[in-house]
């Protein structure tokens, strides 16, 4: 089903038409209520007036995940807290965790766009639904939650983690419509295995999947361990949470972006260039219609491409494609940009290999080396002995070898491959997964 046909299945004119309109109303809303963006168009010598739609977007000024860390914690906030009912922060690896907040029209919003993302899923009304996406200030639980109660999904609220609890309630619950992060599903689908749990003779059909960067094959995999859909869901707490944009399941090919409340644009990360579409780039939004925080510009850090062609599902909301990485967390080995994705890709086709593993950068003689740990599978163990792999035997040589061929292939750089046993790589414990070790 499409839950709002009227917007994603507007004509281009059209949308241009609702976007221009409201790019005019959020420059003048933020220009009067947020001091940040006064100063910044000040300087700029922007007059709001002036800004009438798509055209004009260029010359806004971009928002950096700095600026809320400078106006920390609700200084960038458009309205009075008497209008504010939520407040989230995200994890922030470092510092100060980035704070966002929400009126009563957000919330509304925000559970449109994910009742739109359920339906891409291919949710329907009455169905069960299982919440494993953590609760509490990460915007990933309660965001999917008030959007799967908006949709009449039966929402189970249980949260990340505590795998035993999510086998049960996929059993006893017989749950249709499960969201988690990609990694966590990979890691419920072993679980289920292990405890004697065909996950073919669960009804669960449909898996939301987001929050972390994962890869077509591991698509693949998830999807056959589980017998079911896996699409793909993207969001930020700055921008809304998740909801952001979300994949169909009839098309499994790129996502929809619920451009009607945030308006995309790709640049080039090191000029700030507007980049055309299907070139790939850093993924800036700007929120159009959000009250408590609206967002000029932000750059999310995150690298993409755009497709406006209109998709097989019906949609004609602009489509982006999967995060093949981010802008600030690229690795950058001997001067090559190398993403984490790349590597996972590459090594998803080689059945010794479980899809887990570790990347280690550090830095000899001046010279980054980049170090992959892949885990080898249970039966690669049964064949060669648990000895083996710190033995020399053959065949894990012959194995790391081959490896490191193909990611010199795939990277265009050497890489060691260091093979390491069942188990060894970092999982997902409900929530993301931090894969990479940069000692440099
Ligand atoms: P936190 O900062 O607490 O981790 P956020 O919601 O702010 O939580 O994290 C948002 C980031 O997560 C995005 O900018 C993006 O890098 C990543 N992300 C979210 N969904 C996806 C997805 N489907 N694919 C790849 N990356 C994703």
Redesign the pocket.
Known sequence: MIWNEKIETMSRDEMTDLQNGRIANIAKYVYERVPFYTKKFDEMGINPDDIKGLEDLHKLPFTKKTDLRDNYPFGLFAVPMEEVVRVHA???TTGKP?VVGYTRDDIDMWAEVCARSFAMSGANPGDMFQNAYGYGL???GLGMHYGAEKMGLNTIPVSGGNTARQMTLLQDFQTKVMACTPSYALTLADALVNAGINPEDLPVRNFI??????TDEMREEIEAKLHANAV???????II??GVSCESVEAKDG?HIMEDHFVPEIINPETGEVLADGEVGELVFTTVTKQAMPLIRYR???LCSLNREPSVCGRTLVRMS??LG?ADDMLIIRGVNVFPSQIEAAMLGIEELSPHYRLIVTQQDRLDRIEVQPEVTKAFIERVGEEALTGGHTAVTSLQKKIEATLKESLLISTKVTLIGPGEAPRSEGG?INRVEDRR
């Open positions: 995200s994890s922030g980035t990460f915007t990933g999947l987001g929050a972390e960067p994962w793909n869901i993207y969001g930020l707490s700055e949470g998740p996502m999310t850090g995150d999967r995060v981010r993301k």
